[in-house]
């Protein structure tokens, strides 16, 4: 039946297997979707998809305009309609048939169907979380995940009623890179992977129309990736130009792009200076169980780390580095000299760590993000600072390997 | 619900020309006399247009109108007209206008559309000609220019989805303008030069009135009744519908399932399921010869065409090039003496169109020969 081809090709573009381990498909009870309300894109899509399924091409048009009149800019919709109309009046082979159409436009459509109906048919799986999202500090209300492989941006919430678990709290589709992820060089046209922030909020009338309805600047190259030779810059969250609802998944520079509805609302939720921004290549996603039980190994790592700095005993604290940790253009072996000396000095030495954020990095490394507030008090010297630290996994166990004011 | 449309029609549909005017689709479909029973001064507006004297031709038909104001015909042809003027707003006001008064007519309709895709304005066009195709499902010129403009909407569309402009190279829309109302009271109308090339092709779809017996509450008056055909109710035992017969053993079937019946009846009914089989036979290997002696001296031919007419219509349109397939599925037939109702499914298929549609033949003997005396469609 030739009308079915193009339910045919949407269905075997979108059976691409889930990642997510267990995820069904249903969201987490309780969750609340701002994007995907009955109205939102993606539930209007396949519901769309649904009737073409079912060979209901009339019911697919109406809701196709529907779609359209409340996301007039919405490409996919448009090709979509395309496709429902032209299968009146002659058999249709595939999503998109516009004649002596650019095909690389047609393909990122292609790709923005796939990857949205994978999106809203594989939520995140319920009882699960990020594994990235360790700990926030307590002011931190949000953190945002990527995951670039599936073009979607997680909001989750810091729960801080039930200890700080991530709540799940909505999830939006978002373009990346060109070429993809993995930020090494500037021009490379990739989005970077690791564990960043935003660092301020540009206005819109300075920025010009491409950006949409606002820019979230996060602070790509962070400490690791300048450690990594890794350069580059001006990485932003931003929305899209007036005349555009959506870009395809693979379409920026490096940036990670949001629909400007869906940046609208999520800006709401941005702390600049504070809300984590973690872009992974695919969001890696843990039971509660295992979360916890990683979460409080490093925490306790964290506190040994402290209280070994307290008992003035070099070698007890210095154990916590690793072989390859530098500072400052500081060796481990310099490091620990400097701290031998110093702390022949001490009568006492006192040390509290407040606001910790534990953050593991998506990258290939096993790597943790760890900032604090330190109030360091001696006989001789008080400090107070905000201090970065990344805990690297080395012959089975956490140790710094690099740390610094943040 | 209006009726569908005759296969007959549908297998003459031209092939559209690019030339706007080159749809003529000539004929009133309405079963309706009364509003178009002043049509004398018609075939002179006509002859006006086809020379392309258009302010006389409108002069004309203002004249017509002057005494008649709400009459579909000559207001129709003033929209075509003011079409053909260049003056696409005034048509489009006076087929609005049309449709608002006889909604039930798909002729302004298709026209409004073509007037809309001229004007790029797909979606009303869309509109327009879902409209016509509401009244009238088999319409085919409306579908036709339907899928037109759905390729249309779905060019634009791709235009957007694509960030593409191809208005440029987007060709003129080719929709076909319907010329003339069907009317039982129009005479034929002479061909544009235009459209000599497929004569008269669209002119009437026989049998149409009278397939549409029950539609007076938002018509003006029926017409006199001349075709509205009657269908014979089933009345007797006898008249259980016939399961399908093969064409080449029709009758072995019948005396299995009318056993009870008169043997006259019996040989009755297989003769007609014959003859209904041997119509579609003829008409499908285009033996226009034979499928003409189906039809009896008494056929009502559609609105009240001459006969002569009526012929060499039916043979333009059979005559023409390309595979013709006709066949014919679940015949039931009500017998009543020396006249017979047949209902059935009647596949048509040419190079061009495939449909399927009821339809019916009411068929009388005469002679010991089962002829057509009425067909339409449902």
Redo the contacts between chains.
């Keep these: 039946m030739r009308r079915t081809a193009l339910a045919i090709v949407l269905m075997v573009a979108c059976a691409g297997g889930s990642a997510i381990p267990g995820a069904g498909g249903r969201p987490p009870s309780g969750a609340t979707y701002s994007d995907s309300g009955p109205a939102g894109p993606e539930p209007m899509l396949a519901r769309i998809l649904a009737e073409i399924e079912k060979n209901r091409l009339d019911n697919a048009l109406l809701q196709t305009e529907a779609l359209l009149r409340q996301y007039p800019n919405f490409r996919l919709g448009h090709l979509i309609k395309g496709d429902l109309l032209l299968a009146r009046s002659q058999p249709i082979a595939t999503l998109g048939n516009a004649a002596n159409a650019p095909q690389d436009r047609l393909s990122d459509l292609r790709e923005e169907a796939v990857v949205r109906l994978h999106g809203y048919r594989h939520k995140p799986p319920a009882n699960h979380v990020p594994r990235y999202l360790l700990q926030m500090q307590p002011d931190q209300k949000h953190a945002v995940v990527v995951d670039t492989r599936k073009s979607r941006l997680y909001l989750y919430e810091n729960d801080t009623g039930a200890g700080g678990r991530p709540r799940f709290v909505a999830d939006y589709y978002v373009t990346h890179g060109k070429l993809g992820a993995e930020k090494m060089r500037e021009g490379d046209k990739k989005t970077p992977v690791g564990v960043y922030h935003v660092t301020s909020s540009l206005s819109t009338k300075k920025l010009g129309d491409f950006y949409g309805s606002g820019a979230f600047p996060i602070n790509y190259p962070n400490e690791w990736d300048r450690r990594q030779g890794r350069n580059g810059h001006g990485i932003w969250l931003h929305g899209t130009p007036s005349d555009t609802f959506s870009r395809p998944p693979k379409a920026s520079d490096g940036c990670v792009v949001l629909a400007n509805s869906d940046l609208d609302a999520l800006a709401r939720n941005l702390q600049v200076g504070l809300t984590p921004v973690i872009i992974s290549n695919e969001v890696e996603w843990l039971s509660l169980d295992d979360w916890q039980r990683e979460r409080t190994a490093l925490d306790r790592k964290l506190d040994e780390w402290r209280s070994d700095w307290e008992s003035r005993d070099p070698e007890r604290f210095l154990r916590h580095y690793s072989k390859d940790f530098s500072t400052r253009g500081q060796t481990l072996e310099q490091f620990a000299r400097q701290k031998r000396e110093v702390n022949a000095s001490k009568q006492w030495i006192r040390v509290r760590l407040e606001n910790r954020s534990m953050f593991r990095d998506p990258g290939k490394d096993e790597l943790v993000v760890v900032t604090f507030d330190q109030e360091y008090s001696s006989n001789n010297l008080n400090n107070r600072m905000k201090k970065r630290q990344y805990w690297i996994r080395e012959d089975g166990t956490w140790k710094i390997i690099y740390e610094g004011a943040a | 619900m209006r009726p569908r449309l005759p296969t007959p029609l549908l297998a003459g549909l031209p092939a559209r020309l690019p030339s706007l005017l080159s749809g003529l689709l000539l004929g009133l479909s309405l079963g309706l006399s009364a509003p178009f029973a002043h049509a004398d001064n018609l075939p002179e507006i006509q002859r006006l247009m086809k020379q392309g004297q258009m302010p006389q031709a409108l002069e004309k038909t203002e004249a017509y109108l002057a005494s008649r104001p709400k009459d579909a015909q000559g207001r129709f042809m003033k929209g075509l007209i003011f079409t053909e003027m260049g003056r696409p707003a005034d048509a489009i006001a006076i087929f609005t206008k049309l449709t608002e008064d006889y909604p039930e007519l798909p002729e302004p309709y298709n026209n409004l559309a073509v007037l809309y895709a001229q004007q790029k304005q797909y979606d009303k066009a869309r509109t327009a000609l879902e409209m016509a195709i509401r009244t009238h499902p088999s319409y085919a010129i409306a579908h036709e220019n339907?899928?037109?403009v759905?390729?249309k909407?779905?060019?634009?569309?791709?235009d957007?989805?694509?960030?593409?402009d191809s208005a440029n190279t987007g060709a003129q829309s080719k929709l076909s303008l319907i010329r003339e109302l069907i009317s039982t009271s129009a005479p034929k109308a002479p061909a544009r030069p235009a459209a000599a090339a497929r004569p008269a092709t669209e002119t009437v779809r026989p049998a149409t009135p009278a397939a549409e017996p029950a539609k007076p509450a938002s018509t003006p008056p029926a017409p006199a009744a001349a075709t509205v055909a009657t269908v014979t109710p089933p009345a007797r035992p006898a008249e259980k519908p016939l399961e399908p017969a093969r064409v080449d053993k029709p009758a072995e079937k019948a005396p299995e399932k009318a056993a009870e019946q008169k043997p006259a009846d019996q040989n009755a009914e297989a003769d007609i399921v014959k003859a209904v089989q041997g119509w579609a036979a003829a008409w499908s290997r285009k033996d226009v010869k034979a499928y003409l002696a189906y039809y009896a001296p008494a056929f009502q031919t559609p609105n009240g065409q001459a006969r002569k007419a009526w012929e060499n219509e039916r043979a333009q349109r059979i005559d023409k090039p390309g595979k013709l397939q006709v066949g014919v599925e679940d015949i039931k037939v009500s017998l009543d003496g020396d006249k017979a109702t047949v209902k059935f499914r009647q596949h048509y298929s040419s190079a061009s169109l495939k449909s399927s549609t009821g339809k019916t033949l009411v068929l009388i003997r005469s002679g010991g020969k089962w002829m057509i005396q009425q067909e339409r469609v449902g």
């Design positions: 339907l899928g037109d759905y390729a909407l779905a060019s634009q569309a791709y957007k989805a694509l960030q593409l």
